[in-house]
């Protein structure tokens, strides 16, 4: 039973009747009521319940995705969400590769990260990324299969949000920070067709949907101009929901050189 193994089940809690979950053997977690789960040796566990219609990113979306984060095309959203995050414990929900948990687990070097995502892949991608980033496969649509009052900061990054299931898991006062595009975020590649649009007043619904369980405390424009690549462009267009649509077989034109990222950071506190 390694500690490793005793750290990610400090943060979980049993899909089918939602007690906590503690470690039973080396890759097995379980609760009282004698329900068992299978931990992989890569060190996350999958707690689906009965399944999901919702699908994870594919291997070609997270190689995507690695290009556009790691290359630092996103740098200046990782560092907004970063100097965000507060507290020991940091869930992000839709981690994907983790890439905006470990900028966030940067500012706080004594803090722990649970990375949860449908895709398996993105989070053994993040569980191997830092040994500071436990892995938790599941679906945000659903109740989550993650403890009461465990997370002092939930991060949710172009990501599906489930803002009473993140209200429950957050501790009193605790640090919701959600990121959404602008209309014009990356306005010269869904021109060409390529990407899904953005609603014009995307922000404004967080924030209207947010206030019976939250408070906005920041709402923060990281907006500037960025230089592209051929493959950063195909990169950007194939990372993220677009790319499960056929509009992504439309050709980029090679004169689209640059591109305008737009987001809103907001940054809410739990009432």
């Given at each position: 039973?390694?500690?490793?193994?005793s750290r990610l089940a400090a943060w979980l809690r049993c899909p089918v009747?939602?007690?906590?979950?503690?470690?039973?053997?080396?890759?097995?977690?379980?609760?009282?009521?004698?329900?068992?789960?299978?931990?992989?040796?890569?060190?996350?566990?999958?707690?689906?319940?009965?399944?999901?219609?919702?699908?994870?990113?594919?291997?070609?979306?997270?190689?995507?995705?690695?290009?556009?984060?790691?290359?630092?095309?996103?740098?200046?959203?990782?560092?907004?969400?970063?100097?965000?995050?507060?507290?020991?414990?940091?869930?992000?929900?839709?981690?994907?590769?983790?890439?905006?948990?470990?900028?966030?687990?940067?500012?706080?070097?004594?803090?722990?990260?649970?990375?949860?995502?449908?895709?398996?892949?993105?989070?053994?991608?993040?569980?191997?990324?830092?040994?500071?980033?436990?892995?938790?496969?599941?679906?945000?649509?659903?109740?989550?299969?993650?403890?009461?009052?465990?997370?002092?900061?939930?991060?949710?990054?172009?990501?599906?949000?489930?803002?009473?299931?993140?209200?429950?898991?957050?501790?009193?006062?605790?640090?919701?920070?959600?990121?959404?595009?602008?209309?014009?975020?990356?306005?010269?590649?869904?021109?060409?067709?390529?990407?899904?649009?953005?609603?014009?007043?995307?922000?404004?619904?967080?924030?209207?949907?947010?206030?019976?369980?939250?408070?906005?405390?920041?709402?923060?424009?990281?907006?500037?101009?960025?230089?592209?690549?051929?493959?950063?462009?195909?990169?950007?267009?194939?990372?993220?929901?677009?790319?499960?649509?056929?509009?992504?077989?439309?050709?980029?034109?090679?004169?689209?050189d640059a591109t305008r990222v737009s987001v809103d950071v907001l940054h809410?506190?739990?009432?």
């Open positions: 039973m390694s500690a490793d193994l009747c939602e007690a906590d979950l503690e470690p039973v053997d080396r890759l097995t977690l379980g609760c009282a009521n004698g329900h068992r789960h299978d931990v992989n040796k890569r060190g996350y566990v999958a707690l689906l319940g009965g399944g999901t219609k919702h699908l994870g990113d594919t291997t070609e979306m997270l190689d995507a995705r690695d290009l556009v984060l790691e290359g630092g095309a996103y740098s200046p959203i990782a560092d907004a969400v970063a100097a965000s995050a507060v507290g020991s414990r940091v869930l992000d929900a839709g981690a994907g590769t983790g890439h905006y948990l470990r900028a966030a687990l940067s500012s706080l070097p004594q803090a722990l990260g649970l990375a949860m995502d449908l895709s398996a892949q993105a989070v053994a991608r993040a569980v191997r990324s830092s040994d500071r980033v436990d892995g938790l496969v599941a679906d945000t649509w659903r109740p989550l299969p993650v403890r009461s009052d465990s997370a002092d900061t939930v991060l949710d990054v172009f990501a599906p949000r489930n803002l009473p299931e993140f209200h429950r898991v957050l501790r009193p006062g605790g640090t919701l920070v959600v990121v959404v595009p602008r209309t014009e975020h990356l306005g010269s590649l869904r021109a060409t067709g390529s990407m899904l649009d953005i609603p014009s007043d995307k922000a404004d619904d967080v924030i209207a949907t947010a206030e019976p369980l939250y408070a906005l405390l920041a709402r923060e424009p990281v907006a500037y101009d960025l230089a592209l690549t051929p493959s950063l462009r195909e990169a950007l267009a194939g990372m993220g929901p677009s790319a499960r649509h056929a509009a992504t077989a439309a050709v980029i034109p090679s004169e689209v809410f506190t739990r009432r």
